[in-house]
């Protein structure tokens, strides 16, 4: 009975039961961090197997390092490293030579006084546009206005001495010529009537005498008369004289008019102010330079070239420029002009390009760089020149991509143009290049990619 009771008891037994041996609990004898299963290994055959994978954990973490490398470097040994490829194009090739220069006008026209004066005010800025005609410089007028006002009265004063004669002298002298014509006439039939008495007997000498000195001194009378007549008629010298003297006054008036105009100095032409050298208040003379104008019109690109490219250059290319202050914006230009000698101290030639339509923002003497188009090909196989081995070689190749590897390809070499060269033999566009510094050696497995 005994036993009985004894087996029907709970099979949970106590706490004391459940103790190690030492009085310690499983649980908290093995320490903080250590696996939960610790202290069941004994409870069954999953506990010991985690427990066997606990204790190999440092040959897990390799093993999986192993595989990650392998997953890594296989591919690449398979189908080889990615490189940069560069496509081989077909399009137009255009070669051209590369200088610095500067902007000016084709002429410059400078501005100073035709007169001696005093500046009396300066209307425009250096840098100002200017129209043909508009007023740059003024000068005081004050003798000038007396000059005038002198010259009106020399005018109005021959002009009143030809009126004179116009209405006196000449009409008088119309009447004295008749009325010493009358005399002339009555002299003669008073000398025919004494010369018949003298004849009959009637008349005396002295009578006939008498009437004869009458007509000559009436003779003498009416050629003065004419004479006065012929003086003051057009052509006459009192006439040409008093002629003169107006033709003179109005001359003098033109002049003194003229230096007044003067005083006002304006601008030949449209154009732009890039030199001012003359204040308020200055004295200036003939042949000083007070004011610089660039007219407007035709722009020149000035550009000194390598003398080593002469053999490219030709008067009508074509080249595209741009502003070093605006480098984003370009305009074009043609080559005008190349001088015939060489700057022996620079190596270089001087060349002009004119541009036909100049942008606004263009400034005398502004800095620009130029592309003078000296070649161009159409239709062009086209790759990068750093995909070209050896390119100045006799024996040019490259390392065309072809079924997963760089082949190596002898190529003929055309038109050289700043990073591009022509090729003429052995590739075609659509194939790719791998670049010299890519290090991929010919047969090599490659996995192509674009820039």
């Known amino acids: 009975m005994t036993t009985e009771l004894d087996e029907g008891k709970s099979s949970d037994p106590g706490p004391s039961s459940r103790q190690q041996p030492g009085g310690s609990d499983p649980a908290i004898a093995r320490g903080v961090g250590e696996p939960f299963y610790r202290g069941r290994e004994r409870r069954g055959p999953v506990g010991a197997f985690l427990q066997s994978l606990w204790r190999r954990k440092s040959w897990f973490g390799a093993a999986a390092l192993l595989l990650a490398a392998a997953a890594w470097l296989l591919p690449r040994w398979l189908v080889g490293p990615e490189v940069v490829v560069y496509p081989v194009l077909k399009g137009e090739l255009v070669r051209t030579v590369v200088a610095t220069g500067h902007v000016e006008t084709p002429y410059r026209v400078e501005i100073g006084s035709q007169i001696t004066g005093t500046v009396k005010d300066v209307l425009v800025e250096e840098g100002q546009t200017v129209r043909q ?35 006196l002298t000449r009409p008088a002298a119309d009447e004295a010529l008749k009325q010493a014509r009358a005399n002339l006439d009555n002299a003669k039939s008073a000398f025919e ?39 003051s008629s057009p052509g006459g010298s009192d006439y040409v004289m008093a002629q003169t003297q107006l033709d003179q006054a109005r001359a003098n008036l033109a002049t003194a008019r003229a230096r007044l105009g003067y005083a006002t100095i304006t601008a030949p032409r449209d154009g732009v102010l890039i030199t001012r050298n003359v204040e308020r208040g200055a004295v200036v003379q003939p042949g000083t330079s007070l004011l610089v104008l660039a007219p407007a019109g035709d722009i020149q690109l000035v550009v000194q070239i390598d003398e080593k490219n002469l053999s490219l250059l030709k008067v009508g290319e074509d080249a595209l420029a741009s502003a070093d202050a605006y480098p984003e914006e370009r305009f074009a230009a043609t080559l005008t002009y190349i001088n015939p ?11 002009k390009l004119t541009v036909p339509d100049p942008p606004d923002y263009l400034r ?60 003429l033999e052995g590739v075609a566009p659509g194939e790719s290049l791998v670049p010299v510094a890519a290090g991929v050696r010919a047969g090599q497995r490659v996995r192509p990619v674009q820039p």
């Not at 000296?374 to 490259?398: G, K, L, N």
């Not at 991509?401 to 070499?413: D, I, K, T, Y």
Request: hydrophobic letters at 45%; glycine letters at 4%; aromatic letters at 2%.
């Open 364 to 423: 005398q003497d502004m800095t620009v760089s130029v592309d003078i188009a000296v070649d161009r090909r159409q239709d062009a196989v086209i790759v990068p020149t750093r995909t070209v081995h050896e390119p100045t070689s006799a024996a040019p190749w490259v390392l065309v991509v072809r079924e997963g590897r760089a082949r190596n390809q002898p190529v003929r070499l055309g038109l050289r143009a700043a990073d591009k060269v022509q090729i």
């Open 133 to 167: 005609g508009e007023a740059l410089v003024v000068l005081d007028t004050t003798e000038l206005d007396a000059a005038v006002v002198q010259a009106v009265g020399a005018v109005a004063q021959a002009e009143a001495q030809m009126r004179q004669m116009q209405e």
């Open 193 to 231: 009537r004494a010369d018949r008495l003298a004849k009959s007997g009637a008349g005396t000498q002295a009578t006939l005498d008498e009437a004869m000195r009458a007509v000559n001194v009436a003779q003498a009378l009416t050629r003065t008369a004419e004479l006065q007549v012929y003086t």
């Open 341 to 351: 000698s060489v700057d022996i101290a620079r190596a270089s030639v001087e060349v």
